[in-house]
């Protein structure tokens, strides 16, 4: 299967730590999409890719957060000093870049305590 | 600006009951419109899209159709079955990203 993964799948980490995701696209695919879903609600966008170019950051993603996809390949996601509230669950999709439609990982679940 | 309200959950229906979940649209412009369903444990698959108004999206029995003059996206299905049960998520997208709605849990009862 060459769907989107994501690693880890699930991260505990106490708060104050550094935490760090990845995400590999569809490989053909030149987009690639950070989502964040907090229990409850909706996925929220936080940040895309097209190839190595980060083009658009929500406001939700604070100065704690940054990501990056150097070869415009797979990317990661980190979160400096990690609070109680980033405990969510972070989605990442890929897709064609002009197509509507975004192919999503199976998420990354982080519990911070 | 852009946000989609659907109906809240959960949803509970006896396995064969019709099935309706509403969802509208506030948006610029005329954006495409999806469905996507998480079963549990799992992730976000895409169920169905309508790019233009009017057009019905379809897939597994759901249907939705979009209707541009009464902004909304309506899912339906004839006759749910109890494999059904998951979390929808009615969905826009616009400006090179997807705002969803907050999701409505399905639940269907052999």
């Known amino acids: 299967d060459t769907g989107v993964s994501q690693d880890p799948r699930h991260k505990i980490t106490k708060r104050g730590q550094n935490v760090t995701f990845r995400c590999d696209p569809i490989s053909e695919h030149n987009r690639l999409y950070w989502y964040r879903q907090t229990l409850g609600q909706g996925p929220e966008f936080l940040t895309y890719f097209q190839n190595e170019a980060q083009l658009e950051k929500s406001r939700l993603l604070s100065d704690r957060f940054s990501a990056e996809r150097p070869k415009g390949s797979f990317s990661t996601l980190e979160i400096q000093r990690t609070e109680q509230g980033d405990s969510a669950m972070y989605l990442c999709?890929?897709?064609?870049?002009?197509?509507?439609?975004?192919?999503f990982g199976p998420g990354t679940r982080l519990t911070v305590t | 600006g852009n946000s989609v309200t659907q109906m809240e959950g959960p949803v509970t229906l006896s396995e064969e009951a019709f099935l309706t979940i509403n969802c509208t649209y506030t948006?610029?412009?005329?954006?495409?419109l999806f469905w996507y369903v998480q079963y549990p444990g799992e992730g976000l698959q895409l169920l169905l899209k309508a790019t233009k108004a009017d057009d019905k999206g379809s897939n597994k029995g759901f249907e939705a159709t979009y209707r541009k003059e009464t902004t909304s996206f309506h899912l339906e299905k004839g006759s749910v079955q109890v494999s059904d049960s998951a979390v929808y998520f009615c969905a826009l997208s616009r400006d090179d990203k997807i705002i969803f709605g907050k999701g409505t849990r399905l639940h269907i009862l052999p």
């Open positions: 948006a610029t412009g005329y954006p495409s």
């Open positions: 999709a890929s897709s064609f870049e002009n197509f509507y439609e975004q192919y």
